[in-house]
């Protein structure tokens, strides 16, 4: 696990890019405190921070072939490195390290451009073709690993993180204005936008050669939906559980000390236990919780954990925690507002002081359809399918508008909302539960300038794009699919992966291996959400090695208490935050007023959108921090 930097200049890499080369690897420290290499040769410059996982001694980087035509940074591990080394080996390739990176730059000498179809595992790889002058840029399937790149005037810059980019003086800071109004809908930022114009990111399942006639893009890899097959129960269950055997045998390759995330929740369980299986040493597992008894889920952990006699560490997250916000507005250097970025830092801080790699739960919800909403957007929608869409709009959307708004009333007898949840098509019925911040409460909180910059923008085409985009007519998949696509890659699995670079831990996923996931594309989805229930299939499957106590329970999630934080110890510290000065004139000042009082009457809980406000107010004086410290 590492970092990686590069620039690309057909004019030669000139001095003052030297430095900049040395300053970009530098900044990204945290993600390869273990050493760091440079190889600069006529148009190409690359960078390497390493974080020592597989071959400690003799796994540096650059790292070229035999006769230094082909060189390659890389960020990620390479599972299934052992069988494509014994491969390419048999084919006369001659390796002088233990590393997964040399799999690398062989096995593009054997397949060129397809070599990355071959490969097993997450990464973020750039591949110096010198024979053709080529750069080949690859991210993985899901996009685990970030990969970030600039075109500017005198060339190509690309790293791991966007701090290494803004690193080279020519690399311009304009904001993406659309970026930001999905950033207010979603709390992230989708791929292929930053907050900056000018720096993207390499999708998920992508690939970027640069050269001579430029920059073109190719994907590589989908996930299908479209072709469900039909098996007993007990087929799937063992296909499950011998997939996901593999999927976890490989991830426990390392040459460093090895545990887990343990929530108490089914994903993080099934994977401690498949762990517990195949190891013969002591498993260490951790887990984090809080004061506030609704969101902690520490004493399920801490009982699982128990039962497998691993070694268990807790840490409990409170509000004075939040101190490390500055520090975490910097590691994701641009507006992210998951707030359960707090607790995973915290759990990677605890994890790293006892190992260097720890394997996750992460992506059996949206896998297996474990998310309620997935439930309630069935039902709203075979309501829709009733009713023709040139009734069910005019007359639902009137309802909806004429209908007296009842906020103070629970949600469920608020006829006004239920009205116009009807009114909406598929998408934007969608879009519309999963908006962190509701698109009317958006539409006023955003000012009337950035309105005027967008040009009528909304964050919902996005969604009609990737819903659009599977074959199947099956509602529940198409969901899965836009969710994997946006949901899972961009705030998920960003989340992780800059919490736990901040700690120097590297963090396996089995649950999200690429073979693993299309094995379960091809459940039919009743067998995911069945009786209104997710995950039915994958619990079945499970039901042999983790307790019914924790197949049967009711999903938590990773929730943090911000509501009763931001009427307590947060107020202090986010009223001037939140009230600042905002020089992007992005937001209604009169209405961040309005939310903050009305969140505080504790009549309404607009913590949501608070903490919204809150983490773009600390990125904007990151930046500006940044800004001044480079000029």
């Not at 090895?258 to 994977?271: I, N, R, W």
Request: glycine share 6%.
């Amino acid at each position: 696990m590492c970092a990686i930097a590069g620039i690309f200049n057909l004019l030669g890499i000139s001095e003052e890019q030297k430095a900049s080369l040395k300053r970009m690897g530098d900044v990204m420290i945290h993600r390869g405190p273990d050493g760091e290499g440079y190889r600069v040769e006529e148009s190409i410059g690359l960078v390497h921070r390493r974080l020592s996982i597989i071959d400690v001694e003799g796994g540096a980087q650059p790292l070229c072939n035999e006769d230094g035509t082909i060189w390659t940074v890389f960020n990620g591990e390479i599972y299934n490195y052992l069988e494509l080394r014994d491969q390419l080996s048999q084919k006369g390739h001659v390796f002088k390290t233990s590393s997964d990176t040399e799999v690398i730059v062989h096995l593009y000498e054997e397949k060129g451009e397809s070599f990355v179809e071959y490969l097993r595992g997450m990464f973020a790889i750039a591949v110096w073709d010198k024979a053709n002058r080529k750069l080949v840029l690859v991210r993985d399937r899901l996009g685990k690993k970030p990969l970030y790149y600039a075109a500017y005037k005198n060339g190509f810059v690309f790293a791991s993180e966007i701090k290494a980019l803004l690193q080279l003086p020519d690399v311009p800071r304009d904001i993406d204005n659309e970026a930001i109004v999905d950033y207010f809908s979603l709390l992230y930022i989708p791929a292929p936008k930053s907050i900056f114009r000018s720096d993207r990111k390499v999708r998920p399942a992508h690939m970027l050669i640069v050269d001579e006639d430029g920059c073109r893009e190719k994907c590589y890899w989908d996930l299908s939906f479209d072709q469900p097959e039909e098996k007993t129960e007990e087929q799937w269950c063992e296909e499950l559980i011998g997939t996901l055997e593999e999927s976890v045998r490989l991830r426990l390759r390392s040459d460093v000390p090895l545990g887990a995330f343990l929530s108490g929740g089914v994903d993080s369980s099934a994977v401690v236990a498949l762990m517990n299986a195949m190891d013969s040493g002591v498993i260490n597992t951790c887990s984090v919780g809080f004061d506030e008894k609704e969101f902690d889920e520490s004493g399920y952990a801490r009982s699982f954990a128990q039962r497998l006699a691993t070694q268990h560490h807790e840490e409990t997250v409170r509000p004075d925690a939040l101190a490390v916000l500055d520090k975490l507005a910097w590691h994701y250097d641009e507006p992210f507002a998951d707030s359960s970025a707090v607790p995973t830092y915290y759990v990677s801080r605890a994890a790293r002081r006892h190992v260097t790699v720890a394997l996750s739960g992460d992506g059996g919800d949206e896998n297996f359809a474990g998310y309620r909403r997935y439930h309630h957007d069935l039902v709203e929608n075979r309501f829709r399918s009733l009713v023709p869409e040139r009734i069910r709009k005019p007359l639902f959307g009137t309802l909806g508008a004429i209908y007296p708004k009842l906020d103070w009333a629970p949600q469920m007898v608020r006829a006004q909302a239920t009205f116009r949840a009807f009114s909406r098509d598929p998408v934007e019925g969608y879009f519309y539960s999963v908006s962190a911040i509701k698109p009317e409460l958006k539409s006023a909180l955003l000012s009337r300038d950035l309105h005027q910059r967008v040009n009528g923008y909304g964050s919902i085409e996005l969604f009609r794009d990737y819903y659009g985009r599977p074959s199947t007519a099956d509602h529940l998949s198409r969901l899965q699919y836009l969710d994997i696509k946006t949901y899972l890659v961009d705030d998920i699995l960003v989340k992780v992966d800059r919490a736990s670079m901040a700690n120097s831990l590297e963090v396996r996923c089995p649950i999200l291996d690429h073979r693993f996931m299309e094995l379960v594309a091809r459940i039919p989805s009743s067998l995911k959400l069945k009786n209104g229930h997710g995950k039915y299939i994958f619990k079945k499957a499970l039901s042999p090695m983790v307790p019914e106590e924790v197949l049967a329970r009711r999903k938590q999630g990773f929730a943090v208490p911000l509501s009763a934080w931001f009427r307590g110890d947060l107020r202090n510290f986010s009223a001037d935050i939140i009230d600042g000065p905002d020089p992007l004139g992005v937001l209604n000042s009169k209405v961040v007023e309005s939310l903050w009082n009305k969140h505080q009457s504790g009549n309404r809980d607009y913590s949501t959108p608070l903490w919204t406000i809150l983490m773009y107010r600390l990125w904007q004086r990151v930046a500006a921090d940044a800004s001044a410290a480079g000029k």
